[in-house]
């Protein structure tokens, strides 16, 4: 059970509205009250006074493949409890675990387990899986075994959804393909985040595929067709599309630091997405890690494939949220909305990616150079600094 706890003299930010010096109290896992100068008792207070403290919702990654050796194919529930326990440390209170393109029996198998995994309120929340393959473009397979990649089925996916108890929460597809487009229209419907991802589309491609329900693109400038001046491609058209939000990799090892501001200044804050992409490496040492079957090299210029194919990142959500304020100097607010607040929306989530009363007891207290000192899950601290 969570207990009541006190924050007190903290630079509250939310995306709307001016961040202010004030107090927050936390009660059976919400958010009971926020204002300045409350004296409420409680059984556990924070107080920031002189350390200039400043208080996010908690970080929401909606594309995660693993961490601390751990990695959501695996399917078990060790590896769900050891990805959702690793979190915390980087600020991070619920994610979206996510597949890759590997064998039917393979998927399913990682969807059965998210159906059972229930978390424990000293981790961050597992929201929901993301499915990231097998209905992708061979083009633009990247770290996805080509071998595994399969047509969108809109029977299969609604097997998949039963397997999973209805925790499909988002689909990266590529449009383009047979039956993409019906696939794209069908599964809209039924309130899913589709993402354009791994995709070989040309421009119009895009565009019919938005106007079908697409809402986000997966990993921008990663593995889609890039932008040429006589065919915008994948990378124009989403960075054109205003009803498309964007995920961003921010390591400037996907993006380089110049591509990363550019989104920024096209996109805007309010259709950015930060995500961390991470594979089972992250938080461990240099080495040789498996993803999906295959060696994965961890050094310092990222996690590749023997061939030099980038697998996913290492990167954590606070580095995330340090790079992009760092390339494009945007406000707290606008990092309270690329790190929260538009992952909330887009997976219509009333409770989370705010602070106000009500809300989930999800957040993130952190320093002034933005490293996180506390994190809060459903209203219990589960990580402080040392």
């Given at each position: ?19 202010f ?9 919400k ?60 600020g ?9 393109t ?19 309120l ?8 993301h499915?990231?393959?097998?209905y ?9 075994p080509?071998?595994?990649i399969?047509?969108?089925s809109?029977?299969?996916?609604h ?25 794209i229209?069908?599964?809209s ?26 809402k986000?693109?997966?990993?921008l400038?990663?593995?889609?067709r ?21 995920e ?19 996109k ?7 995500i ?26 990222g ?5 030099g194919?980038?697998?996913?990142s290492v ?14 100097q ?14 909330a929306n887009?997976?219509?989530l ?9 809300m989930d ?16 899950c ?9």
């Open positions: 059970m969570s207990e009541t706890i006190l924050i007190s003299n903290v630079t509250i930010v939310n995306y709307d509205q001016e961040a010096v004030g107090d927050l109290y936390l009660e059976k896992g958010i009971k009250k926020v204002g300045k100068g409350l004296s409420i008792q409680a059984q556990h207070t924070i107080d920031g006074t002189s350390k200039g403290w400043i208080v996010f919702p908690g970080y929401i990654d909606m594309h995660i493949h693993g961490s601390a050796g751990f990695d959501a194919m695996d399917a078990t529930e060790e590896a769900m409890r050891g990805i959702a326990r690793s979190l915390p440390k980087e991070t209170t619920s994610f979206l675990a996510t597949t890759m590997q064998s039917v029996d393979a998927i399913e198998e990682t969807l059965k387990n998210a159906a059972t995994y229930k978390g424990s000293d981790e961050a929340e597992m929201l929901g899986i499915v990231e393959g097998p992708i473009s061979k083009e633009r397979a990247g770290a996805q080509i071998q595994y399969i047509e969108p809109i029977q299969q996916f097997h998949w959804q039963e397997l999973s108890a209805g925790r499909i929460k988002q689909v990266t597809v590529a449009p383009e393909v047979n039956n993409g487009f019906e696939f229209e069908e599964i419907k039924e309130g899913i985040v589709v993402s354009l991802g791994h995709t070989d589309a040309i421009s119009d491609e895009i565009e019919r595929a938005v106007g079908l329900g697409a986000q693109a997966t990993h400038y990663n593995q889609m890039p932008f040429h001046h006589r065919e915008p491609g994948v990378v124009g058209d989403v960075l054109l599309e205003d009803d498309l939000k964007v961003i990799i921010a390591d400037f090892i996907h993006s380089h630091p110049k591509s990363v501001k550019f989104a920024y200044r096209l805007g804050a309010s259709r950015i997405i930060l961390t992409d991470a594979m089972r490496a992250k938080g461990l040492d240099y080495g040789v890690y498996d993803l999906g079957g295959q060696a994965v090299q961890v050094t310092e210029t996690a590749h494939l023997s061939e194919t980038l697998a996913g990167l954590t959500m606070e580095q995330a949220v340090k790079n992009i304020h760092a390339v494009t945007c406000t707290l607010q606008e990092l309270v909305a690329m790190s929260s607040n538009n992952a887009q997976l219509e009333p409770c989370k990616g705010y602070i106000g009363n009500g007891a999800d957040l993130v207290i952190l320093d002034e150079d933005l490293n996180v000192q506390k994190t809060i459903r209203g219990k601290v589960v990580y402080e600094k040392e």
